[in-house]
């Protein structure tokens, strides 16, 4: 070890400077005693007698891409809301829970929060708050209505809605091609 700095060199006006180079040299103590314990865990260099060559790990969960669900319903023309064939299989599970007989009135919006400065909004709605100035993308095979208010209609357009049903980070999940940043949480945006 080399020698620790004394503590007389600060002035004795800073009732403090004893104390903070006391505990300069405390984390000095245990950084070296850190580093010299850690050294033990360290191997030797291995010598190589046949050439290197690096492999690709892959862990079980990505080898096995997910399966893929076919689009078997027909999107409106010029849907603002494009949703995957995932998300159309979990809307079809919700209504037959929320509403069996009737349809599925599903409101996505925006407002202001979240990481990035704006968020994503889904819940159910009726068709009484239904508004004139709402854009209503309506599956009539599904049962299904997907409205927006005319607020978020400029953040929303063209935004794929899908579903994914990992046990990490599962859920609805939102690609909106008007974000120009993304939170990793994907549930915010910003422009």
């Known amino acids: 070890?080399?020698?620790?700095?004394?503590?007389?060199?600060?002035?004795?006006?800073?009732?403090?400077?004893?104390?903070?180079m006391l505990l300069k040299q405390l984390s000095y103590i245990l950084l070296v005693s850190f580093v010299a314990s850690a050294s033990s865990f360290i191997t030797p260099p291995?010598?190589?007698?046949?050439?290197?060559?690096?492999?690709?790990?892959?862990?079980s969960a990505s080898s096995t891409p997910p399966p893929t669900i076919e689009k078997d319903y027909e999107e409106p023309s010029d849907a603002i809301i494009n949703i995957k064939p995932a998300?159309?299989?979990?809307?079809?599970?919700?209504?037959q829970t929320e509403n069996p007989d009737g349809t599925l009135i599903l409101r996505m919006g925006v407002r202001n929060g979240g990481c990035s400065g704006l968020s994503y909004v889904m819940d159910f709605s009726t068709e009484?708050?239904?508004?004139?100035?709402?854009?209503?993308?309506?599956?009539?095979?599904?049962?299904?209505?997907?409205?927006?208010?005319?607020?978020?209609?400029?953040?929303?357009?063209?935004?794929?809605?899908?579903?994914?049903?990992?046990?990490?980070?599962?859920g609805f999940k939102f690609f909106n091609p008007n974000a120009e940043e993304s939170c990793g949480c994907g549930s915010s945006f910003g422009v």
């Open 87 to 95: 998300a159309m299989k979990r809307l079809r599970e919700l209504r």
């Open 46 to 59: 291995l010598s190589i007698k046949q050439p290197f060559i690096p492999t690709t790990l892959q862990s």
């Open 128 to 170: 009484d708050e239904i508004q004139e100035e709402d854009a209503v993308d309506e599956y009539a095979t599904e049962n299904i209505k997907c409205v927006v208010d005319s607020k978020s209609m400029l953040y929303l357009y063209g935004l794929e809605l899908d579903f994914s049903d990992e046990l990490i980070g599962g």
């Open 1 to 20: 070890f080399t020698a620790l700095p004394a503590i007389n060199h600060y002035r004795l006006s800073n009732p403090l400077g004893p104390l903070k």
